[in-house]
């Protein structure tokens, strides 16, 4: 089984879009499906977001 979603850095931080808590892998439609590949863009965002420190 490869879940390299798991492997990428904003895995750390929750998604603002599906509600994936850190470290769980991103769903999709209702939770019914993982995302295994990659995560919601919102996330990257996010992570993005509290790497710099949350400078707004
Ligand atoms: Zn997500």
Redesign the pocket.
């Known amino acids: 089984m490869t879940e390299p979603a798991r492997e990428l850095p904003q895995i750390a931080v929750a998604?603002p879009?599906?509600d994936?808590a850190p470290g769980d892998l991103?769903?999709s439609h209702s939770g019914t499906r993982v995302r295994t590949s990659d995560?919601?863009q919102a996330?990257t965002t996010a992570w993005s977001t509290s790497r710099k420190g949350g400078a707004r």
Do not use: D, I, S
Request: aromatic residues 0%.
């Open positions: 998604c879009m599906c994936a991103c769903t995560t919601h996330r």
